[in-house]
């Protein structure tokens, strides 16, 4: 593993804390009564939908973690981009610009999007570190960055 020269945690909004926060709790109630309201003068759900919506807690559940585990770092000879249990890494010799762009347009969503032939990893609508790559398919990396200047200095700083 290469040592990471600086490293940040990505930063989230309150109204998608908020989103996923509830979709989670509509899931554990569902799921709480489906296995626990008969003792409440529910009916009795089936088996098959008992777990089913255990089954799709325990997947959002793993989305939540992934998607709130975001981060980027810059490391000796690369940048990376990772939400588990994707990561995306991007030598210094294939990046040929750095900027900082505008907020990020709603239509994008969160989390590791394909925006065309460009790699975003948003977690929040705001400016953002654009990475031009000189080749590969994905041209340019969005990194929703804490604070995208800052980057983008430290950045340069390492690539001299």
């Known amino acids: 593993m290469k040592t ?15 989103i996923i926060t509830i ?7 569902s799921s709480f009564f489906a296995f626990f309201g008969h003792l409440v003068g529910s009916r009795k759900v089936p088996e098959q939908a008992q777990f089913s919506l255990l089954f799709a ?9 992934s998607f709130f585990s975001m ?3 810059i490391t000796g000879n690369s940048v990376e ?7 995306y890494s991007i030598p210094f010799s294939e990046i040929k610009d750095v900027k900082t762009i505008e907020n990020i347009p709603w239509y994008v969503g969160w ?3 394909l925006w065309g032939r460009r790699l975003a990893f948003v977690s929040m609508r705001k400016s953002a570190v654009e990475i031009e ?13 804490q604070d995208p200047d800052g980057f983008i200095k430290k950045l340069k700083e390492e690539m001299v």
């Open 4 to 18: 990471a020269v600086y490293e940040e945690n990505a930063l989230y909004s309150n109204s998608i804390k908020l």
């Open 23 to 29: 979709g989670f709790a509509v899931l554990a109630f």
């Open 57 to 65: 807690a325990s997947i959002y559940a793993l989305a939540m973690w």
């Open 71 to 73: 981060k980027f770092r």
């Open 81 to 87: 981009a990772v939400m588990p249990p994707f990561k």
């Open 111 to 113: 989390g590791v999007r």
């Open 133 to 145: 790559k000189k080749s590969g398919f994905f041209r340019k990396i969005i990194l929703t960055s």
